[in-house]
């Protein structure tokens, strides 16, 4: 048993994905404990991005300060169209938002549970895809702000989803779709003004991940429930650690608990 704050696993890109989780430091490989023990613990704390500890967050993994006063959780992190740093015009932290926004990002299609369209920093792929399930993917348009993807976003959400059906992602792999063909005639939907961002390698991503057995009536557990959460692991999927008795635990929504945690 160790004592430590839970954040998000990371991941690499191998067939199938490796899963790492950083415990005080140090980062253990969980896809080596596939079919044994895990035991995490809630010591009933939290820790936000502002280093204070509390009894429970205000919102998501935020405490009430942050949460409206951080750049972390302004409106434009969780709604991309908002962005207004490349017009030079300040949210809540104008030099954050540029380092955030002024950079390359991606508009892709993904085949998580089904299609959907989504957008990320160029930097952050596979990443991004691994952390959402998603079993394929292709990238659509590459553009130079955060906001220009956000707004192509808001066009295709009209004939494509934009969220992840979690339950059906977790529950089996979808079937295949082709995204080359999905493509072509998506980017006939992309606004005239930013169809030059279009891009025209149409490589697919494949991506398999490391699970036994998949859950079937799917038990999501919250450590703010069940404060002491134990089983065998059956797999790993997106940010999910499956257990046994069709249980899933979202590892990266417990992201600064404060937890004591074992493998074994
Ligand atoms: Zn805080």
């Given amino acids: 048993m160790q004592k430590a704050i839970l954040k998000k696993m990371h991941s690499i890109f191998n ?15 969980l896809n080596d404990y596939i079919g044994k023990h895990m035991t995490i613990e809630w010591q009933k704390k939290v820790v936000c991005h502002c280093g204070k500890e ?15 006063n951080s750049p972390l959780a302004s409106q434009s992190i969780f709604k991309p169209e908002l962005c207004t740093a490349h017009l030079e015009i300040e949210e809540r932290d104008l030099e ?3 380092k955030l926004q002024l950079a390359d990002h991606y508009v892709y299609l993904a085949n998580s549970s089904g299609l ?15 952390d959402q399930g998603a079993s394929q993917a292709i990238i659509l348009a590459l553009v130079p702000n955060r906001r220009f993807s956000g707004d192509i976003e808001v066009a295709l959400k009209e004939y494509v989803k934009d969220k992840t059906n979690w339950r059906k992602m ?18 006939t939907k992309v606004p005239i003004e930013y169809q030059k961002y279009i891009y025209t390698d149409d490589s697919i991503t494949n991506i398999s991940f ?13 450590l703010e429930k069940t ?27 417990h992201e600064g608990f404060i937890v004591n945690i074992d493998f074994n």
């Fill in 227 to 253: 404060n002491l959460i134990e089983g065998t692991i059956n797999g790993i999927k997106g940010q999910y650690i499956f257990l046994d008795n069709d249980r899933v635990f979202n590892v990266r929504s």
């Fill in 96 to 98: 954050f938002e540029k």
């Fill in 54 to 68: 509390f009894s429970k967050f205000y919102r998501a993994s935020f405490c009430y300060k942050c949460y409206w």
């Fill in 170 to 187: 977790l529950s089996s792999e979808p079937d295949q779709l082709n995204l080359k063909e999905i493509k072509k005639d998506l980017i």
């Fill in 116 to 130: 959907k369209v989504g957008i990320t920093r160029a930097t952050q792929v596979p990443t991004r895809w691994i």
């Fill in 15 to 29: 067939d199938p994905i490796d899963y790492l989780i950083s415990l005080n430091g140090i980062e253990y490989k």
């Fill in 210 to 222: 490391p699970v036994i057995k998949y859950p079937l009536k799917i038990k999501s557990l919250k």
